[in-house]
Nanobody
Framework: VQLQASGGGLVQAGGSLRLSCAASGIIFSLNSMGWYRQAPGKQRELVAESTSGGVTNYADSVKGRFTISRDNARNTVYLQMNSLKPEDTAVYYC??????????WGQGTQVTVSS
């Protein structure tokens, strides 16, 4: 399984970024795809998830600002992040999971939001 994340960077508070994650080695449409993040000194936390059935879930802290979407034809999941805040600064990880298989993790992409 390979999950290649991209799109991170440095942005001012209030700005936007879009993360992308290209997956290979999995049957993409059967996987729940998600984004987690880990800030320095904090535990890794779920940001957003898109199930194989099309259900989306978000952390309370990002509801209304972030949108997860997926393109099953391109084996790619996206995270549109708007109204970014300094507290969104973290390494963002793409994940994939399907029934009976362990969760797979991408390499992470750094998002830094300056105040």
């Amino acid at each position: 399984v390979q999950l290649q994340a991209s799109g991170g960077g440095l942005v001012q508070a209030g700005g936007s970024l879009r993360l992308s994650c290209a997956a290979s080695g999995i049957i993409f449409s059967l996987n729940s795809m998600g984004w987690y993040r880990q800030a320095p000194g904090k535990q890794r936390e779920l940001v957003a998830e898109s199930t194989s059935g099309g259900v989306t879930n978000y952390a309370d802290s990002v509801k209304g600002r972030f949108t997860i979407s997926r393109d099953n034809a391109r084996n790619t999941v996206y995270l549109q992040m708007n109204s970014l805040k300094p507290e969104d600064t973290a390494v963002y990880y793409c994940t994939a999971i399907s029934p009976g298989r362990p969760r797979s993790w991408g390499q992470g992409t750094q998002v830094t939001v300056s105040s």
